[in-house]
């Protein structure tokens, strides 16, 4: 167990409908990261928050947006739903802040959209 | 951008070989270099990892090693057992911030 919980783990639903995954990082970790891993696909950033700030911004998708809320959960939305979203997200949670940069990650979020 | 390759996209072994697994990054700024592991349906998990101002990492049956000059840097699995078989990540990154990741290596180590 990383100590990271992420809800729910799997979701179907269909095209255009918008969906929130939910994150709760480890104890004490600061920075949240969110991940998109579709079928035999590597791990895509998507976005980092730092202790409730944006910190780093990958390719994430004007669609989807994310927010770290002052008891440091995070949140991503994904809206107007294509079947190409249907991936695995992941977060992940560390300590940041120049501290170490290993990486704790959740079991997942697998998204299906029909 | 920032982009890591990773080679071999699969690589099959036979239990009690070694298996080697090699990456080139882009950004020279990294000073951090990790390796993940990810079973079947699991998350990924973190089994090595090695900082800039080292040359080579060793723990136990694992060994990373880092060329900065070349931008390489190579996972090595020495004695493979059936349950090392999965998929592994290189990664780079600077401390505290995001990990840009390769697209992984399927390792099959058959018994």
């Known amino acids: 167990d990383s100590g990271v919980t992420q809800t729910p783990k799997h979701l179907i639903t269909a095209t255009g409908q918008r969906v929130t995954l939910r994150c709760s990082p480890r104890?004490?970790?600061?920075?949240v990261y969110w991940y998109q891993q579709s079928l035999d696909q590597g791990l895509q950033f998507l976005i980092q928050?730092?202790?409730?700030?944006?910190?780093a911004k990958g390719n994430i998708l004007e669609r989807f947006s994310a927010q770290q809320f002052p008891d440091l959960h995070s949140e991503l939305n994904l809206s107007s739903l294509e079947l190409g979203d249907s991936a695995l997200y992941f977060c992940a949670s560390s300590i940041g802040g120049g501290n170490t940069g290993e990486l704790f990650f959740g079991e997942g979020s697998r998204l299906t959209v029909l | 951008g920032e982009n890591v390759e990773q080679h071999p996209s699969t690589l099959s072994v036979q239990e009690g070989d070694s298996a080697v697994i090699k990456c080139t990054y882009s950004?020279?700024?990294?000073?951090?270099f990790p390796w993940y592991k990810q079973e079947l349906g699991k998350r990924p998990q973190l089994i090595i990892d090695?900082?800039?101002?080292?040359g080579e990492k060793k723990d136990q049956r694992i060994a990373v090693t880092l060329n900065k000059t070349a931008k390489h840097f190579s996972l090595h699995i020495t004695e493979t057992q059936p349950e090392d078989s999965a998929v592994y990540f290189c990664?780079?990154?600077?401390?505290?911030?995001?990990?840009?990741f390769g697209a992984g290596t399927i390792l099959r180590v058959k018994s």
């Open positions: 928050y730092y202790n409730g700030e944006e910190r």
């Open positions: 950004d020279s700024a990294s000073n951090y």
């Open positions: 990664a780079f990154g600077e401390y505290g911030n995001k990990l840009v």
């Open positions: 104890s004490g970790d600061l920075s």
């Open positions: 090695i900082r800039s101002n080292v």
